[in-house]
Structures are given as C-alpha cells and as structure tokens.
C-alpha cells in the first residue's frame, strides 16, 4: 500500500498525484503542511518538504522526480505501450529535461509566487510569513508565466505531446504546475492556442479528476477550472 504526504496546492505534489493515477495506483493520502514541522514528518523528511512517498514499511521515497522514477520502475511495465517513460534513451533524456524544466525552472519563476502569494499564505500563520499577498511578487509572476506557456504552446504546437509522440511524465509535470495557476484564473489561455489546446487533452483524462476537486477553503476555484471544454 502506498501513502502519499502531499499539499493540494503543491504542483509538485500534485505531479505525483497524477503518476499515480495515470498507473491506477492505491494510495492512501495525507495532507501535510510542511510549515508546522511535524516531527513524525520531519524523520520522514528532514528537509520538510512534500510529496514524500511511502510503500508498505519501505523507506521513505522524497521528491518528485525520485518518486516518478520508482514509480516507473515498481508500475511502468503495467502500462504497456501506454508507459510514461519513452523507451529510446535520447527520448528518455528530453523527456527528463522537459520534467526538471516545470519542476524547477517554472516553479522557481511562476508557480511558487502564484501558490505562495495567493494561496498559501492564506494558511500560514502571520508570524511564520502567511498575510496579505505582495503584489509586486505578483506582477512578476504574471510577466513570467506568458513566457512559460508560450514555450508549453511551442512544444504542443511541435510535437504531438510535450516530448514526443505519446503522453509522458512531462506532460503530468507541466499540468500540475498550470493546475495550480488556472486554479487562480492567472493562466492567459487567450495567449497561445496550442498550450490551451493541450491542457485540455490533458485535463481531460481521468486521472485529472482529484486535481479538479480540490478546493481552498475561503478561495473558491476560478469558472473555468474544473471545465474540460474551456
């Protein structure tokens, strides 16, 4: 049996959440909220940082892109020709760059500020930094996403997935960073019609469903976040 220590709102948690749903995986999920450094998660992770995964009385697996390759080794045979891991090493190679560029790169400049500014800190007590958002992190955010989706919009408008000819782990990594920021309605889908269009494949599929039930309590989701024909 699985165990999965995630936040709703992390894009990192919630790329993990769909790799699991993709393979069909039992999971039991619990919410954690790495601020409080609980002490039972604080072993598991000393870093304080989620998803962490758990299998039966396994050692703990930190991290999403560790995560992703467990989950490939133990589950991706299951799939068949319906892997997310390619199979040719150089499309193994694109498609693990394409995973550390949304985990990362796009965390780093967009997701982060949206998830922070606008969400977590409305859990987060004031004096562990929760309050008011910054609206200057905010206008930065807004700037730098564009160019995240125009480069998704490139990629999709090139390729018939993110990074290649079939759905892989780094088309789930770059909708669980989106997932989060169109939750906020700050995705200017009006920007680039091959994003748009993509999302929408993706959002589609089954395994999208938990993502589009989550909910905030105080900052309900904007209209079109839980519409597959946005």
Do not use: C
């Not at 999965?4 to 919410?31: D, G, I, N, T």
């Not at 909220?33 to 995964?53: G, I, K, Q, S």
């Not at 669980?176 to 959002?203: F, M, Q």
């Amino acid at each position: 049996m699985l165990k999965l220590f995630h936040h709703p709102f992390s894009s990192a948690s919630r790329f993990v959440r769909l790799m699991l749903a993709e393979h069909e995986a039992k999971v039991e999920m619990v919410v954690e909220r790495p601020w409080e450094r609980r002490p039972d998660f604080l072993a598991l992770n000393p870093a304080a940082t989620v998803p962490v995964m758990v299998e039966n009385d396994g050692p703990p697996i930190v991290g999403p892109a560790t995560i992703m390759e467990y989950v490939d080794e133990t589950r991706g045979y299951a799939l068949s020709d319906r892997r997310l891991m390619p199979n040719h090493p150089e499309a193994r190679a694109e498609m693990r760059r394409l995973v550390d560029w949304f985990g990362h790169k796009m965390q780093d400049e967009v997701t982060q500020y949206f998830a922070m500014e606008k969400l977590l800190k409305l859990e987060i007590p004031a004096s562990l930094g929760g309050g008011a958002p910054d609206n200057q992190v905010l206008r930065v955010a807004r700037l730098n996403v564009k160019h995240h989706l125009r480069y998704i919009g490139w990629l999709a408008g090139t390729r018939n997935w993110l990074a290649g000819d079939r759905l892989t782990f780094a088309d789930l990594a770059a909708a669980a960073e989106l997932s989060v920021i169109d939750y906020l309605g700050e995705v200017p889908w009006d920007e680039d019609a091959h994003a748009k269009a993509w999302y929408a494949r993706v959002k589609s599929r089954p395994s999208f469903r938990g993502l589009l039930q989550d909910k905030m309590p105080g900052l309900p989701a904007n209209r079109i976040y839980a519409d597959l024909d946005f």
